[in-house]
């Protein structure tokens, strides 16, 4: 299985910085290290266009990204400290689901160690997201011609405002549209919640045996009715019981069955499938706990959606 990673990925942030910045090499070295993936599968994007970021993002965000004049108000809301590696490191997350996009319709399955960023609006940042890599990346394929519809499975605990918000007019889009899916917690953030095709809104505590039972019920409706060519899986781990920012209370069995049950149904379909990141905060922290033990912790429920996918498609290195 292919997947794209950069050691850019990561960045430094403040110390005690809620964002656990260290759980995407975390994850590469661990799927490495299980066989889950071979080190010759792994390609490192380059930095996204300019251009093709322009396809979702307003040009006086980009250039407020690019020369550093973001408001205070907006570095706030986006959550992140700026910094010229940080808008690197974006740009190369963005590519990456792109690439990674594309080799799934080359190979079947395939992935971004990185990517879901779907907070991020057009003309600002949004909950740690800067740029909206599956927005922009969705756009690139279909100006090319490689797709015209795709379907957006987001099971991050979180609604996809920003990803919603882009694909909301997408009947008009000439080459074909976007069927957003969003499964989250009805009351946790964002507080707006711009409707995608398909929301479901769960309530807090919800735990495996209802998530899994509205998701076995979803998943053949929203594929018979999206008709895709590619479908993108968001696969927050914020769903899992003590995550910092859910509310939700799937164990680890609870998720790997969802993933399971998402790459068979997908497999199943004849469908091309994506796999990203999305959100996920590990368990709360201990008194004393080191930030860089709870981005571990996290990357280890990352790979369950990789570890499901390897066993469903046979990829395994």
Request: aromatic residues 6%; glycine residues 12%.
């Amino acid at each position: 299985m292919r997947v794209s990673y950069h050691p850019g990925y990561v960045v430094p942030l403040p110390p005690r910085h809620a964002f656990p910045m260290a759980k995407f090499s975390a994850l590469h070295d661990l799927l490495i290290a299980e066989g889950v993936i071979r080190a010759e599968d792994v390609v490192a994007p380059r930095e996204a266009d300019w251009g093709d970021l322009l396809l979702v993002h307003t040009t006086r965000y980009l250039d407020a990204l690019a020369t550093g004049t973001l408001s205070r108000k907006e570095e706030r809301r986006m959550g992140l400290p700026w910094s010229e590696a940080l808008v690197m490191r974006s740009r190369r997350a963005v590519q990456g689901t792109i690439n990674a996009m594309s080799m799934a319709l080359l190979d079947g399955v395939a992935g971004n160690l990185a990517g879901g960023t779907h907070h991020a609006m057009p003309d600002h940042g949004e909950g740690f997201c800067v740029l909206n890599d599956v927005a922009v990346a969705l756009r690139v394929l279909q100006r090319s011609g490689w797709i015209r519809r795709a379907l957006v499975l987001d099971l991050d605990v979180h609604q996809g405002n920003g990803t919603a918000h882009v694909f909301g007019g997408d009947r008009a889009w000439p080459a074909g549209g976007v069927y957003t899916v969003s499964v989250h917690g009805a009351n946790n953030f964002p507080f707006r919640k711009p409707p995608s095709t398909r929301d479901v809104g769960l309530p807090d505590g919800t735990g495996d045996g209802e998530y899994l039972d509205v998701l076995a019920t979803l998943l053949p409706e929203v594929l018979a009715d999206a008709t895709p060519d590619l479908v993108v899986y968001l696969g927050g781990v914020d769903v899992v019981a003590d995550d910092r920012f859910g509310r939700l209370t799937l164990t680890r069995d609870g998720l790997a069955a969802r993933d399971r049950l998402v790459c068979e149904t997908v497999r199943d379909a004849g469908v091309p499938l994506c796999l990203l990141l999305s959100g996920g905060y590990a368990a709360r922290r201990e008194p004393g706990q080191a930030p860089e033990t709870m981005a571990h912790r996290t990357a280890d429920l990352h790979a369950t959606m990789y570890r499901q996918a390897a066993a469903v498609y046979g990829t395994g290195g």
